[in-house]
C-alpha cells in the first residue's frame, strides 16, 4: 500500500519562494506518476504538475515557469519547487501516485490517481 506524506507548507508574502516535499512508502518495483494538486475551498482539485517514472514533466499554465516538480527515487520523495508565488497559488496542496499503465502518459488529472496524501496548506498573502 502506497502511503505518500506532505510537508513544506506555510505562509508567504507574494514574490517569495517555497518548497514541499513528499515522502512515498510502499513502492513496488514499477514505476508511478507522481504529481501536486491543490484545492481550494469550494473549488474542484486541480493538477498542478507531473512527473513520470522518466522524469518528464507536465505543468499547469498557471505555474509554468514558476513552479519546478522534481523526484529523488533513491530516497522516494517528491519535492515542488514554488517560485513568484502569487495570491491565487493559496490553497492545500497535495501529492498524488498511481502506478504507470504502459503506452499511457501521466496526465494532470486527479481521476487519474489513487494514492493521495493528507494534504499541506500554503497560504500566500499580497
Known amino acids: 500500500q502506497v502511503q505518500l506524506a506532505e510537508s513544506g507548507g506555510g505562509s508567504v508574502q507574494a514574490g517569495r519562494s517555497l518548497l514541499l516535499s513528499c515522502a512515498a512508502s510502499g513502492y513496488t518495483s514499477r514505476g508511478y506518476c507522481l504529481g501536486w494538486f491543490r484545492q481550494t475551498p469550494g473549488k474542484e482539485r486541480e493538477g498542478v504538475a507531473v512527473?513520470?517514472?522518466?522524469?518528464?514533466?507536465t505543468y499547469a499554465d498557471s505555474v509554468k515557469g514558476r513552479f519546478t516538480i522534481s523526484q529523488d527515487k533513491s530516497k522516494n520523495t517528491l519535492t515542488l519547487q514554488m517560485n513568484s508565488l502569487k495570491p491565487e497559488d493559496t490553497a492545500m496542496y497535495y501529492c498524488a501516485a498511481d502506478p504507470v499503465i504502459v503506452g499511457i502518459p501521466c496526465y494532470l488529472t486527479v481521476t487519474g490517481y489513487n494514492y493521495w496524501g493528507q494534504g499541506t496548506q500554503v497560504n500566500v498573502s499580497s
Open positions: 512527473i513520470d517514472p522518466d522524469s518528464r514533466t
